[in-house]
């Protein structure tokens, strides 16, 4: 590091001295909390940004965002060349860098680090970061200080692509490094076309007149709805009417949004019996989670919940049946077009949902739970499906999937025109370009089930009875030390503490269909047990009796 450089670090960095008494760890979702203390942690993301563009060569993101947090809260993450998360090799770097306490325990540790990743910081070679955040009320000031940690290294430069979604920014990083145009109107046209290819390829739609093209959103009164706003300009065939859009109707994700329709499993604020038989989708607060739901006639509050897993079992559904399409006709053709189709899920998947899968002749797979394990393993297959029960999730192609989907489609174009084996290539390669490659997207994956629902000419209720999902329960106990356990097999198995595990699957025998795991949390000093039974009245006792053996085992007496 030259002088020019040290004291530039030095200079801005005493701007932005750390929280007293504050310990921040970036998680998959980045550095979460309350937006007052993090003007420190936004500027040093800043830099760890810039270290990383440098390092990569390529484009970096860095969104600022705290999703499905309360509106008081923000947080910073940083979307890799490939517009995923960043790099888990990278995490303990980053949480260094956030806590080191003093200006001079910061330079040092960039110096150090950047000798050891062989990054030149004497200003030699440029770096490009695009920076964007959502509409929160404290994202602007603590946008400048990112900004200003950017700047802070010599040839970084951030680029402000505005208010944006989670998901934009990072299709942003991903297709910019591909050479492709990036702007949000390409975005928005992305979609847009996809969405419409797919409604003309609909070999039913002479069948449609009586669809039901209603469909109401609720944007959690965040960026989502907003861009949803624009977006709708440009679909033909949906009749969206967007509440909690963000114009000053409510709060961010106050008693509206994913996460509260799917913990909560009741109506969002605007929503009500003028609803009855509607479909019905929230986003959450930066639009990367979705999930579905209907308001019942006679109920006051409540709803039937659509959640990401049967997001994900309409996808897997669809896709295999084009790849089915696709193999019937590849002897005849003499076209080898033989994808591996992958379902990945983590255990608080329902196992109801794992079954239906299985029983689909789907290979699905569980990894720890994460959105960063969930894409990295969706990642190893031709075609990966992910989502979480939440509503996070996606689509990923390889790249050799989409080699082989581009020819075939040219090739059954010359012999099958117009044919369903030559639309069902292209189906896929709609799909391909309509659902977000980079993380879970609101806005491309709602057009991606209400093309499918049409497709296949199915109300929500016909997809909401797939498969009836088993009663279940979520606890945590509070304990001493969360490090004390141990877990194996996608965190369904405890490997220690020893005997733990042998008397949790002795509570598991005693209900029928009875499923149990537990896991230490990220971030605090708890266990979490989830529980799954035939009844609601099995799978709460099944809960309450291992969190009571997680309580002998290591609690410190108090669990919920």
Known sequence: MNKEQLDLLLRESDRFPPPHGMRLSYGTAGFREDASVLLSTMYRVGILAALRALKTEAVIGLMITASHNKVSDNGVKIADPSGGMLTQEWEPFANALANAPSSRDLVRLINEFAEKENILLDGSKSAQILVARDTRPSGEVLLDAAKNGIGSIIGAVAQDMGTLTTPQLHWMVHVRNKGLESSELDYFNGLSNSFKWLLDSNPNNSELNDWDNRLVVDGANGVG???????KEKLNGLAIEIRNSGKGEGVLNERVGADFVQKEKTVPCSFGSQDVGIRCVSFDGDADRLV??????????????????????????FIKEQLTILAARSKDTKIAFEPRLGVVQTAYANGASTRYLKDLGLEVVLTPTGVKYLHEKAAEYDIGIYFEANGHGTVLFSDYCISLLQPVSWELSNVFAGSETHKAALRLLAISKLINQAVGDALSGLLLVEAILRHKNWSIHKWSELYQDLPSRQLKVK???????????????????????EAIDLEIAKYPQGR??????????????????????AADDLATSVAKLVDQFLGDGSSK
Request: overall charge negative; some cysteine.
């Open 225 to 231: 709805g907003q861009k949803l706003e624009l977006l």
């Open 292 to 317: 579905y739901f209907t308001v019942p006639s006679g109920s006051s509050n409540k709803i039937n919940l659509v959640d990401g897993d049967k997001i994900l079992s309409l996808f897997a559904i």
């Open 479 to 501: 304990v001493v030390d969360r490090t004390a356990v141990e877990t194996s097999n996608a965190e369904t198995k405890v490997v220690k503490p020893p005997g733990l595990q």
């Open 516 to 537: 149990c795991f537990i896991r230490p949390s990220g971030t605090e000093d708890v266990i979490r047990v989830y529980a799954e039974a035939s009844t609601q009245e």
